[in-house]
T-cell receptor, first 111, second 115 residues
Framework: RKEVEQDPGPFNVPEGATVAFNCTYS??????FFWYRQDCRKEPKLLMS???SGNEDGRFTAQLNRASQYISLLIRDSKLSDSATYLC????????????FGTGTQLKVEL | NAGVTQTPKFRVLKTGQSMTLLCAQD?????MYWYRQDPGMGLRLIHY???????AKGEVPDGYNVSRLKKQNFLLGLESAAPSQTSVYFC??????????????FGDGTRLSIL
């Protein structure tokens, strides 16, 4: 079983739609959680951190459910520019600030 | 701001050749990392460093060596390249973790093909 699992998609949605991605992680000792965004053939870029109480950044909302070991990302009012692959990332205990990546969920926003 | 810079951007090698990928960061970060990204596999950690002069193995270290002689530079070496090492390589850096874990900042990647 992969440590971080995501539905690879693609999710094809019309502009203006609301779309949600889920991610599950296997290690209950995971400490920190992030969503990264990766455009085609580009480097991953931090989208947002995920906090236990849930957090929002503009059109993006992240939630963490430690009991069920999943993380979600909600995108409201999708824009064409939101088309990308969204990577779920966790940091396990053990030092070194090492990231463990999911394989990513591809989003395509269409006119 | 340069951030994290990787050189070269592209390289084609023949099986058995050696090469070194260079990563440089100008953010005074303590931690540096090398990843590879393959289709359907996500990013996997090769080696990392928590400070100048120290390195450690990640998830897929075989066939690679690293060095961190200067804080700002982290080198990834392939001693004898194999076709299985064809991949996109990303370097990243982050500050030392304090009260919480820190997100990492990535370079824009090196596309390496081994023939």
């Amino acid at each position: 079983r992969k440590e971080v699992e995501q539905d690879p998609g693609p999710f094809n949605v019309p502009e203006g739609a609301t779309v949600a991605f889920n991610c599950t992680y296997s290690n209950s000792a995971s400490q920190s959680f992030f969503w990264y965004r990766q455009d085609c053939r580009k480097e991953p870029k931090l989208l947002m951190s995920v906090y236990s109480s849930g957090n929002e950044d503009g059109r993006f909302t992240a939630q963490l459910n430690r009991a069920s070991q999943y993380i979600s990302l909600l995108i409201r009012d999708s824009k064409l520019s939101d088309s990308a692959t969204y990577l779920c990332v966790v940091i396990l205990t053990g030092g070194g600030n090492k990231l463990t990546f999911g394989t990513g969920t591809q989003l395509k926003v269409e006119l | 701001n340069a951030g994290v810079t990787q050189t070269p951007k592209f390289r084609v090698l023949k099986t058995g050749q050696s090469m070194t990928l260079l990563c440089a960061q100008d953010m005074n970060h303590e931690y540096m990392y090398w990843y590879r990204q393959d289709p359907g596999m996500g990013l996997r950690l090769i080696h990392y460093s928590v400070g100048e002069g120290t390195t450690a193995k990640g998830e897929v270290p075989d066939g690679y060596n690293v060095s961190r002689l200067k804080k700002q530079n982290f080198l990834l070496g392939l001693e004898s390249a194999a076709p299985s090492q064809t991949s996109v390589y990303f370097c990243a850096s982050s500050p030392r973790t304090g009260l919480g874990n820190q997100p990492q900042h990535f370079g824009d990647g090196t596309r390496l093909s081994i023939l």
